[in-house]
């Protein structure tokens, strides 16, 4: 893993400590890196109405965008585990609505997973 894709690993770890999981105890935090090298964080919000939960992928890529960003380079997403998880369908979705080449970091307390969304999502939505 390069130094560069190791800094957003690290600030999706740290958004991670944001995360509110009362209810699947799952911390989730996730960072955007856009063409221009800024870097939007997010974490995953959960809700007693679990269809009003939004994941971290998401609200890192929404707060990116609700800033005037649409080119992203990589997404990272770290979930304070010991089980690992790549992004959930709908987020393997709206990372893909901004690029099929961008590249995809995910990782727990021991495991890192390098790949692309169009890895993650072969044929993927689109209009």
């Known amino acids: ?11 999706a770890r740290e958004a991670a400590k944001q995360a509110y ?3 699947s105890g799952f911390r989730v935090g996730s960072a955007v890196r856009c063409k221009d ?6 974490c995953n919000v959960e809700n007693a109405s679990y269809s009003l939960s939004i994941c971290a992928e998401r609200a890192a890529i929404f707060k990116a965008v609700s800033e005037g960003k649409r080119d992203f380079t990589a997404i990272a997403i770290y979930v304070d585990s010991d089980k690992i998880f790549p992004p959930c369908g709908a987020c393997r979705q709206v990372i893909h609505e901004f690029g099929s080449e961008i590249f995809v970091i995910y990782a727990n307390h021991d495991e890192t997973f390098e790949t692309t969304i169009a890895e993650l999502l ?4 689109s209009l």
């Open 37 to 42: 090298g800024t870097i939007y964080s997010g």
């Open 122 to 125: 072969p044929g993927a939505f």
């Open 21 to 23: 999981a009362p209810y």
């Open 1 to 11: 893993m390069t130094k560069n894709l190791n800094a957003l690993l690290e600030v």
